[in-house]
DNA sequence: CGCCGTTGTATCGCCATGGACATAACGATG
DNA sequence: CATCGTTATGTCCATGGCGATACAACGGCG
């Protein structure tokens, strides 16, 4: 039994909200130039159709410029709120596409420290600095894969030192070191699963290229960092 | 008029979808032990209830364990199977949440070189490599802001010398300079906003302690790193 | 063995959603 | 002025979701 996760996207505009329904009405709408023509392309009717164009623009405002009459009987066209409309709406879904097809690494860990909305999880391979949501203490610390910056572990400077200096000067609070265990390459973007030791892993995608600049392959130390402000703790309930 | 991004999440297995309801449903069961009390507590009919109880059970499997009779006529309790729901429910809710409410910088520009799902696009502000979805040549990059890695410009080397060396040894791939315009610190985490020139703007998320680290104020130089696969691009339409 | 509070199940009715259909308004064109 | 294809609007009806109610089944307990 696979479990999926799934989403509905929609936008709200004070007491209505724009699904994805009617992003595709509008869409069919500016397609065919006129509300009949839509509805019969959508295979709804008619009359729910401009029931439900009146009633967007009663909350929104303009949508649509509708003329009846004239030789080619008159025609619906979308005002450029519109477009926008639809463009926020594109947009803000692709962006939830991305963010959710992401993988994520997950490590469990205690809160041991809190300042506001960020605090210190005691996690098997150490601590990690992670945004954290309520007032939890048993909680899971998630990494997006993307967020996940590899950089060589075996350049010139090494061990703590380069580690102290390169922590001092960029933003990138959390820092472990690991082996790489597996590399899943595509054309562009390759998947790195890297063994941090204590059971546990940490996956990232980087490109190809990157891949190559840092020579990475399987069994080589690296250096992944992730900021502080990109890996949330997720509370979990202490039963099993 | 303000726009809402919105969403709604859910579970999809097999044949059925679990929403919010669903979940507030089963928590309330595992609550009051009872699906009556249940029904009760959340206003809603107990036969509507328990309807969906079965439904659930049908498409999912043993959700919870129903007994009737007995001294205090019976109750229901759930199952392990639904706890793990709950919580597969709530993590995928948060993570949601988490990217979700995350701001982001958005850049215009044109598709100008494409592998595979990668691809270069160029901006006002120079070129960014990022995820391409379609076969689109006008798109806008999107970069979260907390995938935005900050570090000083200020260094020893400076110039291209240090770019040209920090990009070598790390997987981030995209990297640009600007000059802070507004920070905006809250108890432990701070929003920067840089100003790449060309009207463009970055934003990002970090740390109260980096911030400090960095020793950012206004007006300051600093250097931005982020990886090509947290840079999404997204299709935008040609006309106005 | 009856009591009790719960689970199971069926039935009715209300109401919202949405399609099907009819009718009017519109305005350029012939 | 009639035509024509569209918009605008109202009405009817089927369907589904959901509350309300009723009744049977259950099983420990007094």
Redesign the pocket.
Known sequence: MTVEKDYQTELTIGDVTIDR?DVEMLAA?DDH?????AADAL????????????ALEDAVGAV?E???????????ELTPVARDLLRQFERHQTELDGVARATASVFPGTVVDRTGELGTVETPVGRIVALVPADDSSVQVSVRSDAVVLSASSGSADGAGAKEQTTAQTSLRNQFTGTVAAIDAADAIASVTLDLGEGQSLQTVITRTSLERLALESGADVQASFKATAARAIPVAEDG
């Open positions: 329904q709408i130039g006129s509300m009949h023509a295979g709804r009717s008619y009359a729910r159709l401009q029931r439900r164009v009146v649509t509708r003329r009846r009459g004239g030789a080619d009987g008159g025609g619906t």
